[in-house]
C-alpha cells in the first residue's frame, strides 16, 4: 500500500498559480512513476503530467505543457505540481497517482495507488 495524500488545492483567478503537494507513505517511493491527474464536472478523469523515479524525466499533457511543473523530492516522500498562467479550464479535482514503474505512464489504469484528490478553482 501507498496512501497518497494531496493538499494545495483552492480558488485562484486566471492568470494565478497554485503548487499541489502530494505526500507519499510507505517505502521505496523512488520506484514509483509519479502521476497527476484531473477530473471536471461532468468529464473524465485525465493525464495531465507524470514524473519518473528519479525525476530526470518528465511528460505532460499539451493542455498544460509550458505552464505546469512536475517535480518530486524523494528523500521526503514528496511530488508537487505547479501550476502557472492557470485558467478556468484548469478547474477539476485533482489527483496524484503511484505507479510501480521505471517508465512514465499515461494511463489511468496504469497507476495503482491513488490520492483523494484536491479541488483547483480558476475564476475567470
Known amino acids: 500500500q501507498v496512501p497518497l495524500v494531496e493538499s494545495g488545492g483552492g480558488l485562484v483567478q486566471a492568470g494565478g498559480s497554485l503548487r499541489l503537494s502530494c505526500a507519499a507513505a510507505?517505502?521505496?517511493?523512488?520506484?514509483?512513476?509519479m502521476g497527476w491527474f484531473r477530473q471536471a464536472p461532468g468529464k473524465e478523469r485525465e493525464f495531465v503530467g507524470c514524473i519518473n523515479g528519479s525525476g530526470v524525466s518528465r511528460k505532460y499533457a499539451d493542455s498544460v505543457k509550458g505552464r505546469f511543473t512536475i517535480s518530486r523530492e524523494n528523500a521526503k516522500n514528496l511530488v508537487y505540481l505547479q501550476m502557472n498562467s492557470l485558467k478556468p479550464e484548469d478547474t477539476a479535482v485533482y489527483y496524484c497517482?503511484?505507479?510501480?514503474?521505471?517508465?512514465?505512464?499515461?494511463?489511468?489504469?496504469?497507476?495503482?495507488?491513488w490520492g483523494q484528490g484536491t479541488q483547483v478553482t480558476v475564476s475567470s
Open positions: 510507505g517505502r521505496s517511493f523512488s520506484s514509483f512513476a
Open positions: 497517482a503511484a505507479a510501480p514503474s521505471w517508465a512514465m505512464p499515461t494511463m489511468l489504469a496504469e497507476y495503482t495507488y
